[in-house]
């Protein structure tokens, strides 16, 4: 984490330079933005939320041990004898902070973005770079204009690779992100449907996700889904960084020659040297693909094949994304409740139909959210495209849910398809039903919380 004094402080970002006189020899180490996890030594940082101003909590923080505090200088009545850090924004401050932070590292940085699987795909890669590397990565949901600056100011002064995901809802905010962390090598993982509410199309979206490649300088590296024509299309012509595609097609630079699946992960081989098998820990072809995207990674960054390989078969994920959890009576318990979106349910739906187990399988499918105009039709296409010889029955919860239900009757009719507008007698049905060997997939957007359907149903 950053430790600086606050004399070095101030050649990195503003603030009133009057305390340097007083505190300029006062080191912070870390920052922080919740009184709850406030470590010793830590720089503060106060905001205006809706329910509670931070800087009312300034005081209780060097209570428990701050080395400094900002203050934002609009706020009345900043403490006295203390070293408190004037500046005109507490939020432009971090950022500006962090930008400066990351310019005085030395080390490799991986941006990765993308409408699904960038949290996965993080995971991944960070798992390939420590076998070479000090990695650390974005943990949670941090990545965005205020959680990825919080992210650099985490990173150890020896760690060699840093994994940032970036996030986003609307045009410009990956590239302000991309400009503060500068990645040499950047990740694009797929363009799906998420934020059309925002963005408006697919190609608005793609628009949006390139924005990536602004951070990147000409030794850097944009990697991305060959497969998406909206990107192919976007990336002809000269470019002042490298590119690296990938994919299932054979037009892409790198590419799976072969994929087993297994109810434990995926077995696959890529075109680089198919005498090489690689083994990922989760389930669903989709996440070849976002193993294919951290082979290239590891590869660019000077690791050997069999050091990506290790990496990959060691990859702990993120919770609720693809997460197999022992259920009730005997059963598997797919928990992918993080996040969902069209793409991202469908990739998700194949993976439960492929399973080739003997017992029943089960959906439980939730709304998928910030869809826009075209919500609707999304959902109802979602359960049209469900098959019935595949699944024994699916389960929907929410408003729109109710969509998905009604597109699945169309070709399963009315028995086994249920629609709900409350978890317990969705969880009740299941209990009811649920035996040895069967398979439950749980999905939905993060909103509807569907992860209190998979701690109901698991192994206690």
Known sequence: MIKRSIKQLSEMFQFDQKILDAFGDTEIQGVCIDTRKLQKGNLFIPFKGEKIDGHTLVKDAFEKGASAALWEKDVPNPPQDV?????DSSMEAVQELSKSYR????????????????????DMIAAV???????????GNYNNHLGLPLTLLSIEEDTKAVVLEMGMSARGEIEFLTKLARPDIAVITNIGESHLQDLGSREGIAEAKLEIALGLGEEGTLVYFGDEPLLQERLQGCRPYQLQSFGQSENNDVYPVEVNSTEDG??????????????????????VMNAVSAVIVGSK???????IKTGLAGLKLTAMRMEKVAGINGSVIINDAYNASP????????????????????LVLGDMLELGDKEKEFHLQTGREIDPEKITEVFTYGERGMWIAEGARERFGEERVHALLDKE??????KSKVNEKDFILVKASRGMKLEDIVHALESK
């Open 343 to 362: 793409t991202s349910m469908r990739a998700a739906i194949r993976l439960a139909e492929e399973q080739t187990g003997s017992g029943k399988k089960y």
């Open 103 to 122: 310019n005085q590292l030395d080390l490799k940085v991986v941006g990765v973005t993308g409408s699904n699987g960038k949290t996965t795909t993080k």
């Open 266 to 287: 995926n077995h696959f081989r890529v075109n680089i040297n198919p005498d090489i098998e690689f083994f990922v820990p989760v389930m669903g072809i989709h996440n």
């Open 83 to 87: 070293p408190v850090l004037l500046v």
């Open 301 to 307: 960054l000077g690791l050997d094949l069999e050091k």
């Open 129 to 139: 770079l420590g076998t070479g590397f000090k990695v650390q990565k974005t943990e």
């Open 425 to 430: 007698p969705l969880i009740e049905a299941l």
